[in-house]
């Protein structure tokens, strides 16, 4: 009796956490935590050398939002969003100075879990937020630092998300919302339990659609999800199942002066993606006694990622001869080279495969006579890529005046030129008539795998000191083949086809001192790392730069990146129902990646390891409860800096020498205490919420982020032009960005209430950006064709921006049945 006991508290921890803590299991008063991203036997909270920030279901969907994404950045501490892709699907999350971001090519720092498995996707380790449906999460928690338990890509924290079961939701469920932007939803939900309690179930299904709040930016999502499980006294297996099929539009940067009249505008479009998606894991947990627990997963996931995109055209080259004169001034008379502009449609196609299979043993038993807890794993991780990229160009045909067509013969391959000298239509999307022929530019297939051991420990020397240790040993392969241009020769230089291999041994230790159950002060230091990813092994030569984010040349290895983060922190109650908790943290990156740009090019690049990257910071919070209220709060501080010299092209930047020297234009200099775009210093955030009636609650949240440097302005001395109106003469080398090297900061409040009609009915109602707030959540320096009002024409430099979304609200209703009667 007293091992099935055990048991069901550990399968219930194992069903509702498989990252982490639980959706706050409490057994007494002490939430449960689990040291690795499997189940295993809980630890206290209390005892923990981190500050875990927890979700629930409830909480994450009440409150106004479509993803995960936006309910961390209303309420958790050090958490912003930015939409980087221009779509409220495609969000970036940033902790810390750590991002989990959808787009290829940005640098990634944080590790995303669902039940367990690791679904950072393995071409770019980006985090694809539209895979993961908001309604099948059963809770949430986001672990800080760089804990190497949580494996690759943990840099600056984790995000553990855990899944539904039919235990947790019974019944019928039926969802509807309308609203601002024509967005409709609906949703169907439906899970139970047999009548032996030992099989559960739960299948939903969500469909929404939108027109967007900007231009030209409708989506429709397909989310399904679907859970069974089986538990007896001493097992429990639980198999999941996720699949989409959505298709995504999200118009991203914006130049400033084409916001002026109406911030819905877009650059260039479309900018469209399809994600399809299946997803298949099956979790298992078995204790042989109440001390001794083995618990695993093996998973399988496919996705299919169609991309189009219509941008600007450039590309430069170097004839070593004078030019003469071309009607966009993009030419360099007095030096060697020249670019040609005009438009492009891109068109990408990925596919993944990825497979794994881990498993850990706990043991719960006391170590010299004190408490510890033991637990030792492995895991390996296989995935195959395939990825190809092609492009249909159409030029400008003023470059051409009768005499020079000759000169560009190498950049058209022999083509004959047929392009005209209107390259976008009204709306800013190519015209593809007069085109070039689509071309294939990449070709890649790869596989790589990671295997992994890992074990941790944590003693308890006393009722109030609590160490804890454990180390992980990764070894990832990379290797790619080109499909596009074949394997690499002397003469074939630009091939992808190479073979990478990555291994390191990460630790991790912690202390924890508890001198009452009111009060828990720790420390704890940690290391962490990534390999690089297949796109930026594949573009990584200076020689061949490419074009960001995605067509890639020759690959020359890079280091893998390693973070080492010090943490320290309290936290405690101040009454009984006033909680706070305090830390600082110190992380550095070493060999960290970033994307530079290439000599005479706004959009061509290479990666390279840049030396040191470094992040510091303090979080405060303070929750609590008085009768009908309930209220938190938080303020974060996060200083996020290079730590090396740097030499990066920029050349929007006013301190970016205009030059007829290739080699030195466009440069800008990074010095260590330089600020990180993207990364607002100072966070603030309020939640209240009032429960007006046993029926009906009232909700708020205030957030407050400071400005920020925008990319493009890593010196962080990029000087606003005095006088605007002469920006616009396109003149190179004489001419710089009009914009602020930094957006504003900005404040937002959001609205949300839910009132039990009776009879299974609940209304809701959400509001976003109460007060209209025009604000910015992410800018870059960049280059642009069209004038204010629209027209395509001479270069511009210019600040793009991403315009935050104005108010808009939604209302909706739910109706329940045949699920557990309420607790009376």
Not at 53 to 61: E, R, S
Not at 189 to 215: A, C, L, N, P
Not at 721 to 733: E, K
Request: charged letters at 20%; hydrophobic letters at 30%; a neutral charge.
């Amino acid at each position: 009796m007293k091992l099935k006991i055990f048991a069901l508290v550990a399968l219930a921890l194992a069903s509702s956490a498989s990252l982490g803590a639980a959706e706050k299991l409490t057994t007494s008063t002490i939430n449960v935590y689990s040291a690795t991203p499997l189940p295993s036997i809980g630890l206290p909270l209390n005892i923990v050398p981190a500050n875990i920030q927890i979700a629930t279901p409830k909480a994450i969907n009440n409150q106004a939002g479509v993803s995960l994404a936006d309910y961390m950045s209303n309420n958790l501490q050090s958490v912003s969003v930015s939409e980087m892709g221009g779509n409220p699907w495609q969000p970036e999350i940033n902790f810390r100075g750590y991002s989990a971001s959808p787009l290829l090519g940005m640098p990634q720092g944080l590790s995303t879990y669902v039940d367990g498995v690791r679904v950072n996707e393995p071409f770019g380790d980006v985090t694809l937020w539209d895979k993961i449906p908001n309604f099948a999460i059963g809770g949430m928690q986001l672990v800080p630092g760089s804990n190497p338990m949580y494996g690759l890509n943990t840099l600056g924290g984790s995000i553990a998300i855990q899944t539904k079961s039919g235990r947790q939701a019974q019944g019928v469920g039926i969802e509807a919302e309308y609203g601002s932007w024509n967005r409709q939803r609906a949703l169907v939900e439906y899970g139970g339990v047999s009548k032996d309690g030992s099989m559960d179930f739960y299948i939903g299904h969500q469909t929404t659609k939108e027109d967007g709040w900007r231009q030209f930016s409708p989506s429709r999502l397909n989310q399904t999800f679907a859970k069974t499980g089986w538990q007896s006294e001493s097992t429990k297996l639980d198999l999941s199942y996720i699949g989409t099929d959505n298709n995504l539009t999200g118009n991203g940067f914006t130049p400033d002066h084409l916001l002026t009249g109406a911030r819905d505008q877009i650059h260039t479009r479309p900018d469209f993606t399809n994600n399809y998606y299946h997803h298949l894991a099956l979790n298992g947990s078995h204790w042989f006694n109440k001390d001794v627990m083995l618990s695993g997963n093996t998973y399988f996931r496919k996705s299919n990622r169609h991309t189009l995109n219509g941008d600007l055209y450039e590309t430069g080259f170097d004839h070593g001869e004078t030019q003469g004169q071309y009607a966009l001034g993009t030419c360099n008379n007095s030096g060697n080279e020249c670019e040609l502009v005009g438009s492009t449609m891109n068109r990408t196609k990925t596919g993944q495969e990825n497979y794994g299979i881990t498993g850990q043993l706990t043991f719960n038993q006391d170590w010299l006579g004190k408490k510890n807890q033991f637990i030792a794993g492995a895991g390996f991780d296989y995935s195959k890529i395939r990825f190809s990229q092609r492009e249909r160009v159409n030029l400008y045909n003023k470059y051409f005046d009768g005499t020079n067509e000759a000169a560009f013969a190498d950049i058209l391959s022999g083509e004959s030129y047929t392009g005209s000298a209107s390259v976008f239509d009204s709306s800013r999307m190519p015209l593809e008539t007069g085109a070039l022929p689509e071309t294939q530019t990449v070709g890649l297939t790869g596989k790589q795998w990671t295997a992994s051991l890992f074990a941790t420990d944590t003693l308890s020397l006393n009722e109030k000191w609590h160490l804890s240790a454990g180390a992980r040993y990764n070894h990832t392969k990379v290797d790619n083949d080109d499909t596009h241009r074949g394997p690499y020769s002397a003469t074939n230089t630009r091939s992808l086809t190479a073979v990478d291999d990555y291994k390191r041994l990460n630790p991790t230790i912690g202390i924890t001192h508890t001198p009452t159950d009111k009060l828990s002060i720790f420390g704890s230091y940690s290391e962490s790392s990534r390999a690089p990813t297949s796109i930026e092994l594949g573009c990584s030569n200076p020689e061949n730069p490419c074009l960001l984010p995605s067509a890639m040349a020759d690959d020359p290895p890079l280091k893998q990146v390693v973070a080492k983060t010090y943490d320290f922190g309290s936290r405690g109650n101040l009454t009984e129902n006033i909680k706070w908790n305090a830390s600082i943290y110190h992380a550095m990156n070493h060999s960290d990646i970033q994307f530079i740009r290439a000599p005479g090019s706004s959009s061509r690049g290479y990666y390279s390891n840049i030396g040191r990257t470094e992040r510091q910071g303090l979080d405060l919070g303070l929750s609590g409860q008085m009768d009908k209220f309930r209220w938190n709060t938080s303020y974060s501080f996060i200083r996020a800096t290079f730590d090396d010299e740097l030499t990066l092209l920029s050349n929007p930047n006013s301190e970016a020498p205009g030059s007829s020297t290739p080699a030195t234009r466009n440069q800008i200099y990074v010095k260590p205490g330089d600020r990180l775009p993207s990364i607002p210093e100072h966070q603030l955030k309020l939640r209240a919420q009032y429960q007006a009636t046993p029926d009906w609650s009232i909700g708020a949240n205030l957030t407050a982020f400071s400005s920020q440097y925008v990319m493009g302005n890593e010196n962080n001395e990029h000087k606003q032009l005095a006088d605007c109106s002469s920006a616009s003469d396109g003149l190179r080398d004489n001419n710089y960005a009009c914009g602020s090297g930094k957006i504003k900061g900005y404040t937002v409040v959001n609205l949300d209430s839910q009132y039990k009609i009776g009879s299974g009915w609940t209304a809701f109602a959400k509001v976003i950006n109460v007060f209209d707030q025009n604000y910015n959540v992410a800018g870059r320096l960049a280059e642009t064709m069209f004038d204010a009002s629209g027209a395509y024409g001479p270069e511009i430099k210019s600040l793009g921006l991403i315009p935050g979304a104005p108010r808009a609200g939604w209302v909706g209703v739910r109706y329940e049945f045949g699920g557990v009667p309420e607790a009376k």
